[in-house]
């Protein structure tokens, strides 16, 4: 039996976001490929984590004997969310772009999940190898070649710091051009947009189903 660990960080909820449509399908084929796994749901907008604060970090940084009540609190916190993560067999984070960059929410995920000498730090990667998927959800369009793609810093953000901190190699898939349909400016893409979600949601499927085969042992997930 496998886990997998589902991440939303859209403001919006269900269909009215690019980035939840595709990991629920994503979730939906992992759920059909191996009905006996499990699927663990973390809404970073519903649900959100404080950002990492002072009182954080030093907890992470002292003797558990000599925590006050709100240094505990706040590591046991962090270490739950530190678990769920070691605990999945793979992860898919939705993960929409907002001015450039990552959710805020997604962003404090990350900087709470990066504790050194448990899933940071030489020999002691406990999330290293982990198979991670991410939807990249975008309202224009960032890929090589177009105007903008020295303004991505999603993609390019996870792929370094999952990598050089946490030793995993995330999968992308991409929806992009997701504001054509609602700007009358970008009604020439629509098509392309079009494409682009029906892609994205084939790969969420297939990606699943593999990974849900592979994790499982289960020779009926296919
Ligand atoms: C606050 C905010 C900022 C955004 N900034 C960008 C941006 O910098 N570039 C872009 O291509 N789209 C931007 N968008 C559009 C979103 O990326 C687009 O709606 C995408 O589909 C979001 O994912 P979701 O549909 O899962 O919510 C922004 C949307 C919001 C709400």
């Given amino acids: 039996m496998a886990t997998l660990l589902h991440i939303d960080a859209s403001l919006f ?25 499990t699927v663990v749901h973390r809404d970073l907008a519903a649900d959100p984590l404080p950002h990492i604060d002072a009182l954080t970090v030093s907890a992470a940084f002292s003797d558990p004997a000599t925590h006050t009540e709100a240094q505990a609190a706040a590591h046991a916190a962090r270490l739950a969310l530190v678990e769920e993560a070691e605990a999945a ?15 805020s929410s997604l962003k404090a995920w990350i900087d709470h999940v990066i504790l050194a000498g448990r899933t940071l730090g030489e020999g002691t990667q406990s999330l290293a190898g982990k198979p991670v998927v991410i939807v990249a959800s975008r309202g224009g369009s960032y890929e090589p ?8 810093f999603v ?36 098509p392309l947009a079009e494409q682009s979600r029906a892609e994205a949601l084939a790969q969420a499927d297939a990606k699943a189903r593999e990974l849900a085969l592979r994790l499982s042992g289960d020779p009926v997930a296919v």
């Fill in 13 to 37: 909820p269900g269909e009215a976001s690019a980035s939840r449509t595709v990991t629920a399908a994503f979730a939906d084929a992992w759920r059909e490929a191996h009905p006996d796994g």
């Fill in 89 to 103: 067999d793979a992860i898919v984070i939705g993960a929409p772009m907002y001015n450039f960059g990552l959710a």
């Fill in 145 to 152: 070649g177009t105007p903008r793609e020295d303004m991505e």
């Fill in 155 to 190: 993609k390019n953000y996870l792929a370094s710091v999952l990598s050089a901190h946490l030793g995993i190699t995330p999968e992308f898939i991409t929806i992009q051009l997701t504001l054509a349909a609602s700007n009358p400016a970008m009604a020439d893409l629509i």
